[in-house]
């Protein structure tokens, strides 16, 4: 059941979903590249994304905003001064932690041996002193708590310092006048500076939402976890806009029709949990993760976050141009102030992580008997809409006008599903090359297929094979992939 995150990566570079970035060259820390099976998995959790956000939604409509902003953003948004985490050096192994997560870890242990109230009140104590930027008292918790460096096992700690996370860079020649500019860390901004140009144009009425799907990156100093954190990753992020007093009710929303969306794709329920945040962000009222039982534990694959009116209402400060919004229906409803700076409810889930764990939730190995042996099935379990390839189409051997009959089934196919078509190897070998891809259907030309029209379409889960018309297969693929 529990399978090691070991076997998820290297099973994923082994059938083209996740390679380490520039491999060749010893790959780059916390950068990975898509193969040709990850990016249709990828590419079919951000269309799904995207058409739950804006089809599904009347009132939720999409941007693409450009990762370079103007530097005064960061200012505004408060990354430039406090996006920072607290990192610790041991002096041992000379590795840096963030201090954070090596209480978080202490917490967990004491959880897993049953101490509940020791570890709640260890992670509020951590959130107080984060809080209050108290390093000197992270120090003294972690010294306190006896956490020793996994790589020196000594106590032999530094200072807490804080690292800010942006990268920066320079535009125009460096010997002219240029100016820092940073990749943006989040995509939350560029819906924050467009919210009027597209309440305008589109004449949205509030409440709305704009949802974005673009690139972000931080510095993240402690690597791990596979795609789990990276540097360079990519995020799906929808900002509410609300009336100013609305916002629990919208937030209570967006929490429980996001955690039902990962249901509805595949994700089993008892696999997922709400957390609510021990320490709030400085733009917060308000914020929950959603989290997924990966193989090192429970973590975060989306927040849900009542921004309040603080990212607007900076904006509007530091650009000195109104973001204000003139609300006709409380006008018309006699109620004073029409017009307002609206509060802000935000879904934030990241494709990478959205995509680890699809991949750890359908990574399936089961025991099955042939003849006498048994021996351990690894498959994909993906939801079909999920599925990197639909269906493959297998003739049987390449002769007697098999391969040709089974061409023209794949060619009627091919325009709307992702299909492949396969004839090398025993039809064996191939049903287990598209279980280990996750193609939840196999269909097979063999000689009655020359006789009667009709194909066996084996079932990527069950093994199961049922014999059907061909003219049938496109409605029962199309049934099975849309969501
Ligand atoms: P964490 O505490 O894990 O660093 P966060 O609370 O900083 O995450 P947010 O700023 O809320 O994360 O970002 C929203 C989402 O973006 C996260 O839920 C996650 O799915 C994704 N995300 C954030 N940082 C990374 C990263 N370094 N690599 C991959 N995905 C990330």
Redesign the pocket.
């Known amino acids: 059941e529990n399978a090691q995150l070991k076997d998820i990566i290297s099973h994923a570079k082994e059938y083209g979903f996740v390679f380490p970035s520039s491999e060749i060259y010893d790959g780059l820390q ?1 950068v990975y590249d898509y193969g040709q099976m990850g990016v249709e998995l990828k590419n079919n959790l951000k269309n799904l994304w995207w058409k739950s956000m804006t089809q599904l939604h009347q009132n939720v409509v999409g941007i693409d905003a450009s990762i370079f902003m103007h530097p005064l953003t960061w200012k505004a948004s408060g990354h430039i001064d406090s996006f920072n ?1 607290p990192m610790i050096d041991n002096k041992d192994s000379k590795k840096r932690y963030r201090a954070d997560v090596l209480i978080e870890e202490k917490a967990a242990q004491y959880e897993a041996d049953g101490h509940y109230d020791k570890a709640s009140e260890l992670l509020v104590e951590m959130g107080r002193l984060l809080g209050a930027e108290e390093l000197d008292g992270v120090r003294e918790l972690i010294i306190k708590e006896d956490i020793k460096c996994p790589i020196s096992g000594t106590t032999n700690w530094t200072e807490v310092r804080q690292f800010n996370l942006m990268f920066s860079t320079q535009v125009g020649s460096v010997a002219e006048d240029s100016s820092t500019i940073y990749l943006r ?2 995509t939350a901004q560029g819906i924050f500076v467009n919210f009027l140009n597209v309440q305008k144009t589109g004449r949205m009425k509030v409440p709305f939402g704009i949802a974005q799907i673009g690139k ?1 990156f ?1 510095n ?1 100093i402690v ?1 791990r976890q596979f ?9 799906m ?1 929808m900002q509410f806009f609300v009336r100013p007093g609305t916002e629990m009710e919208w937030y209570n929303t967006w929490k429980d029709n996001r955690k039902k969306w990962h249901e509805a794709i595949g994700i089993p329920a008892d696999s997922l949990r709400y957390h609510d945040h021990e320490k709030l ?1 400085h733009y917060a009222n308000a ?1 929950v ?2 989290e997924f039982k990966f193989p090192f534990g429970f ?5 849900i ?1 009542s921004r309040t009116d603080f990212d607007l209402t900076q904006h509007q400060e530091l650009s000195r141009k109104k973001l204000q919004y003139f609300d006709n229906d409380l006008n018309e409803e006699g109620k004073p102030y029409g017009n307002y700076i609206p509060y802000v409810v935000e879904t ?7 995509f680890l764990m699809t991949f750890c939730s359908a990574y399936t190995e089961e025991e099955i008997t042939e003849g006498d042996a048994t021996k351990t099935r690894t498959f994909l379990k993906f939801h079909p809409a999920l599925a990197p390839v639909k269906a493959a189409i297998l003739p049987l051997t390449k002769k007697d006008g098999l391969p040709e009959k089974a061409t023209e089934i794949f060619n009627a196919l091919r325009y709307d599903f992702n299909t492949i078509y396969e004839e090398r190897d025993s039809i064996g070998k191939r049903y287990t090359r598209q279980d280990l891809i996750g193609t939840p259907f196999c269909i097979a030309v063999d000689h009655q297929t020359l006789e009667d029209n009709t194909v066996t379409v084996r079932d990527r889960d069950s093994r199961e094979q049922v014999r059907m018309p061909i003219s049938e297969l496109h409605s029962y693929i199309d049934k099975a992939v849309n969501f």
């Open positions: 916390a985490d860390p989040e972000a931080r993240e690597a795609i789990f954190r990276m540097r360079e990753f990519e995020q992020e962000a914020a993760d959603i973590k975060e694959v989306e927040g976050h934030s889930v990241g494709a990478d992580r959205l």
